[in-house]
Antibody, heavy 115, light 109 residues
Framework: EVHLVESGGGLVQPGGSLRLSCAASGFTFSTYWMTWVRQAPGKGLEWVANIKQDGSEKYYVDSVEGRFTISRDNAKNSLSLQMNSLRADDTAVYYC????????WGPGTLVTVSS | EIVLTQSPGTLSLSPGERATLSCRASQSVRGSYLAWYHQKTGQAPRLLIYGASSRATGIPDRFSGSGSGTDFTLTISRLEPEDFAVYYCQQYSGSPPYTFGQGTKLEIK
């Protein structure tokens, strides 16, 4: 069974950093694009970033460009999102999802940016 | 960046009725690279439709998608109680970012 589980969320002060991880299992991780999507409390979905199978291409939504870095370790079946210079409007549940048609999704991890 | 606008914002229907949800794009979605997801309260979203009209694995045939260019539709032929949720469309055409619509809430009347 395909399984994704995010970790690393928590409370961080404005300007701080956090690193999210996504552990993948049940499929050949190295053959899929991988994506991060976020959802602010009570709001809709926002596509954040994705990364090609070999890590050679990475794309970001404008609002996180230069602050967030997506990466992957195919040997460990792991996806990461390094988030720097965090702002209050980065507060959200962060989901990892497989592919460009996003299926499946992990259960998400909550990031709260607040002083 | 392609902007997706979903309508209506809220749709109130009864179980057994037919639901029609709309997703309109600000520019043509090439290749009909348009997906639909639903999200139940407290859960992660789930893929329903990809390529505008192809059902994802395990999705019942009461769900169908149609459309091309800038206008897309998700139809649920006979609503079941578990179908009441928030529905999102998403385009994945060309280069990212791959934007979502703002969502349609399907609620029980």
């Amino acid at each position: 069974e395909v399984h994704l589980v995010e970790s690393g969320g928590g409370l961080v002060q404005p300007g701080g950093s956090l690193r999210l991880s996504c552990a993948a299992s049940g499929f050949t991780f190295s053959t899929y694009w991988m994506t991060w999507v976020r959802q602010a409390p009570g709001k809709g979905l926002e596509w954040v970033a994705n990364i090609k199978q070999d890590g050679s291409e990475k794309y970001y939504v404008d609002s996180v460009e230069g602050r967030f870095t997506i990466s992957r370790d195919n040997a460990k079946n792991s996806l990461s999102l390094q988030m720097n210079s965090l702002r209050a409007d980065d507060t959200a549940v962060y989901y990892c999802a497989r592919g460009q048609t996003l299926a499946p999704w992990g259960p998400g991890t909550l990031v709260t940016v607040s002083s | 960046e392609i902007v997706l606008t979903q309508s209506p914002g809220t749709l109130s229907l009864s179980p057994g009725e037919r639901a029609t949800l709309s997703c309109r794009a600000s520019q043509s979605v090439r290749g009909s690279y348009l997906a639909w997801y639903h999200q139940k309260t407290g859960q992660a979203p789930r893929l329903l439709i990809y390529g505008a009209s192809s059902r994802a694995t395990g999705i019942p045939d009461r769900f169908s998608g149609s459309g091309s260019g800038t206008d897309f539709t998700l139809t649920i032929s006979r609503l079941e109680p578990e179908d009441f949720a928030v529905y999102y469309c998403q385009q994945y055409s060309g280069s990212p970012p791959y934007t979502f619509g703002q969502g349609t809430k399907l609620e029980i009347k």
